[in-house]
């Protein structure tokens, strides 16, 4: 892990995209899917929070109807039939239960998540809603296109969530403008601390590209962003498949 403080929110950023996505395999990628899906979870909460510190914020109202109860990623198979309308955080966990994994390492990854959302939980609303500019106004998109160069994504549950970035790598540029007149760049860094912090500990496999460059007195890696013309290829939803009512290996993870 980086030893240097941050001082931006893009000093974070830079360390979670630096990390080892480009290398991981498929059993590492599927949990630092489970990984985001507790960011997911906060994300939505700290959304909300903004819409009632900022009710009369049409911006946030808007970027809010396309995070929540939307159709914007429907349909996928097994996760969102077509047209359906849910939360983003709710595809998320629909996808992880298209991959069954062992009762250990489910418990394993729920309760980091679950200590992750604890942390969260403990700043203030403030800092929360202010995290919509750091989130949205590029932070993501980043981190998003970073996931994107994992090479193995061949399996369901990683499918559905290739397809959750691809399409948030298309909307983020719009909601960028959303949370334009926002700004909390620097008092959201603990927030992406935490998130690092996460990824790290479902992910043992992230940092270790950082500690190979780090003790060969390297650059750490760079990502190019990958193509979304590669989309059709290997993320193709199945239009009019699945229903949502699968069963969810999960507990739901909470709301506000
Ligand atoms: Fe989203």
Redesign the pocket.
Known sequence: MRKRTPVLDTDVVEGICSMNWRGLSKDSLIDAAWAYYFF?VQ?RENLKIARRLFPEDSMLEELEAE?CDTANLSPWRGVAGSGERLD?DEFMQRSLALTTLDERRVDRLQARGMKYLESIRTFDDRLRALSMASYEGGGLQRVFRAMLTAADWSDPALQAFRHFLIR?VELDGHHGFLVGHLNGHRETIPLWTEFERLLVDCVPDLAVKLRTTKANGEQGNTHEPPSLATRSETARPEQGLGTADVDCPITAAGTV
Request: hydrophobic share 20%.
């Open positions: 997911s994300f995070e983003h948030h």
